[in-house]
């Protein structure tokens, strides 16, 4: 069974750090693109950042210099680091793979309030 499985999510005052983690089970996690979205209260879901397999990296314009993501195939974990954070960066945020297939990860929720 495929899993993946966001971790890392939580309060966080303006101008804080939060650290994301997507672990898969159950897939070839290499062969896999990692994208990371969010999703806030009653706007659609967005791109944030992704990773191929071959390393190239990709970032929404409002996250670049603040956030970076990266991927460990040998632990089958992708990573979201977040610095910087502001209110409108609050949201649910989804880890997906992309490749033979497409999994999602059930969401970790990340809240920037002072």
């Known amino acids: 069974q495929v899993q993946l499985v966001e971790s890392g999510g939580g309060l966080v005052q303006p101008g804080g750090s939060l650290t994301l983690s997507c672990t898969a089970s159950?897939?070839?996690?290499?062969?896999?693109?990692i994208g990371w979205y969010r999703q806030a209260p009653a706007k659609e879901r967005e791109l944030v950042a992704n990773?191929?397999?071959?390393?190239?990296?990709k970032y929404a314009d409002s996250v670049k210099g603040r956030f970076t993501i990266s991927r460990d195939n040998a632990k089958n974990t992708a990573y979201l680091q977040m610095n910087s954070l502001r209110p409108d960066d609050t949201a649910v945020y989804y880890c997906?793979?992309?490749?033979?297939?497409?999994?999602w990860g059930q969401g970790t929720q990340v809240t920037v309030s002072s």
């Open positions: 997906g793979a992309f490749g033979p297939n497409t999994y």
């Open positions: 159950g897939m070839p996690f290499s062969v896999y693109n």
């Open positions: 990773i191929v397999t071959y390393g190239v990296i």
